[in-house]
């Protein structure tokens, strides 16, 4: 299984920038996805996260700025960011479950990275004020 992220740069702060986190190699179905971010020196923590049916979660930090969402055509996963601030710098991470059942956790919509499998690389976000 690969997550493979992109999207990542280096922006000034209120603009907008767009992740993807392509998917392949998985068997059964791509029960859950979130986006995750860690800046140096700090822990890492969940942005947003979705579920196969499409319901979505965020981080209080990132409501009403940022929007995740899937194109299960492509097996991809999008985190569209607004209004950038320089507090959203960080190494963004997507990561994923996928089985043949989803779990409860899936459905919850669960941010907690032990409940993902797999991981992508990381990219970068660096905003400038």
């Known amino acids: 299984v690969q997550l493979v992220e992109s999207g990542g740069d280096s922006v000034q702060a209120g603009r907008s920038l767009r992740l993807s986190c392509a998917a392949s190699g998985y068997t059964g179905s791509a029960c859950s996805m979130a986006w995750f971010r860690q800046a140096p020196g700090k822990e890492r923590e969940g942005v947003a996260a979705?579920?196969?049916?499409?319901?979505?979660r965020y981080a209080d930090a990132v409501k009403g700025r940022f929007t995740i969402s899937q194109d299960n055509a492509k097996n991809t996963r999008y985190l569209e960011m607004n209004s950038l601030k320089s507090e959203d710098t960080a190494k963004y991470y997507c990561?994923?479950?996928?089985?043949?059942?989803?779990?409860?956790?899936?459905?919850?919509?669960?941010?907690?990275?032990?409940?993902?499998?797999?991981w992508g690389q990381g990219t970068q976000v660096t905003v400038s004020s």
């Open positions: 990561a994923a479950h996928f089985g043949i059942h989803c779990r409860p956790q899936d459905t919850f919509l669960t941010m907690n990275g032990a409940d993902f499998s797999y």
């Open positions: 979705i579920v196969w049916h499409g319901d979505t």
